[in-house]
């Protein structure tokens, strides 16, 4: 008990303004992230409420995609969390990215970069090395595979070209659509990500199958190489 006492509950706040009764009444959107944080985290510390504790937190990850980041011994060493907290946040993390993966785009058509970037913003943001990807569809657009063919930061004399078709030939597919991260939180396009674009699009040619797009994915937002014409001239 007297461990407790100390400790600044959710259940000491207003009932107007405790973020559980909040969510009840206007919706999980109406609420911040370190409201939507603290509700995970139920209590605060001595002298800190949870949501001051969840509003530190998320200022020194950068906040939520920058939280997710963290392993869970790092989390534990964290003021105010501890291995129930961490354990909590991790649960939380992961089965957001489980809802992620499981998006209907995973058997719909994907229509637009943005399709591409609502899928994996949650998991590719979060990503510290730069991770190449291709969605691979068919005839109709459909998502019929999505693979993780290379890591580390993009250079034409590194990427083997064949080696991010061979699933596309494998698979039949019709088109696919490329998708890398930038740790740097900066979705622009570097010149190595144009040139490694316009190898991809000149190979598709030769191997019928259409590089539909390039995608930059980052904490920063995305960028589309084929809305900008960047390597798809």
Same mark, same amino acid.
Not at 6 to 24: K, V
């Given at each position: 008990?007297?461990?407790r006492a ?11 303004e ?7 009444r ?5 609420l ?11 209590t ?5 409420s949870?949501?001051?504790v969840a509003?530190?937190l ?7 995609a920058?939280?997710?980041?963290l392993?869970?011994? #790092?989390?534990?060493?964290r003021? %105010?969390i501890?291995?129930?907290? *961490?354990a !909590?946040l991790? @649960? $939380?993390?992961e ?8 998006s209907?785009l995973?058997?719909?058509?994907v ?11 949650y ?18 657009n459909?998502?019929?595979?999505e693979v993780?063919v290379?890591?580390g930061s993009?250079? #034409?004399s590194?990427?083997?070209? %064949?080696?991010?078709?061979?699933? *596309?030939? !494998?698979?039949g @597919? $019709?088109s696919?659509?490329?998708?890398h991260n930038?740790p740097?939180g ?5 010149p190595?990500?144009?040139a ?6 000149q190979a598709?040619?030769l191997?019928?199958?259409e590089?539909l ?21």
């Amino acid at each position: 008990m007297p461990e407790r006492a100390g400790r600044h509950r959710i259940a000491d706040l207003l009932q107007s303004e405790r973020p559980r009764e909040r969510l009840a009444r206007e919706g999980a959107k109406a609420l911040r992230d370190a409201e939507l944080l603290a509700i995970v985290l139920r209590t605060g510390i001595q002298g800190a409420s949870a949501i001051q504790v969840a509003d530190s937190l998320l200022k020194e990850t950068d906040g939520l995609a920058g939280l997710q980041q963290l392993p869970y011994e #790092t989390l534990c060493r964290r003021r %105010g969390i501890g291995p129930a907290k *961490a354990a !909590q946040l991790m @649960a $939380a993390v992961e089965m957001g990215r489980r809802l992620a993966r499981s998006s209907p785009l995973e058997r719909d058509a994907v229509h637009s970069p943005e399709d591409v970037y609502q899928r994996l913003k949650y998991e590719m943001q979060a990503l510290e090395q730069e991770h190449l990807r291709v969605l691979l569809l068919d005839t109709r657009n459909r998502l019929l595979r999505e693979v993780d063919v290379y890591i580390g930061s993009l250079n #034409t004399s590194l990427v083997r070209i %064949g080696e991010i078709f061979k699933d *596309a030939i !494998q698979r039949g @597919a $019709a088109s696919m659509i490329v998708v890398h991260n930038h740790p740097s939180g900066d979705p622009t396009p570097s010149p190595e990500d144009v040139a490694v674009t316009r190898a991809l699009v000149q190979a598709g040619r030769l191997l019928d199958i259409e590089v539909l797009d390039h995608v930059v994915v980052s904490r920063g937002g995305f960028t589309s190489l084929k809305a900008r014409g960047l390597g798809f001239d």
